[in-house]
């Protein structure tokens, strides 16, 4: 399955910074692929954080907007 807008929303928004929440029926190595969140790229910004609740495990990501791709990375 691909990426759900409906699955996607906002927790938190301060000062140009993001937190956002997105749960699927997907597991969580689908959803962290580069380019899941794609399509709303210009929604996301470098520095944001997901909580991401995929089918069978839960994590907390920060997202690269790149000129071509939405990725997704392990916090620091």
């Not at 190595?29 to 399509?39: Q, V």
């Amino acid at each position: 399955m691909a990426f759900q807008n409906k699955n996607l929303s906002v927790i938190a928004y301060a000062n140009g910074f993001t937190l956002w929440h997105y749960a699927a029926d997907e597991t969580l190595t689908t959803i962290t692929a580069s380019g899941y969140f794609n399509s709303v790229k210009t929604l996301m910004n470098t520095g944001d954080i997901v909580i991401i609740n995929g089918s069978d495990n839960t994590s907390i990501k920060k997202i690269t907007v790149s000129s071509t791709d939405v990725s997704v990375a392990a916090l620091s």
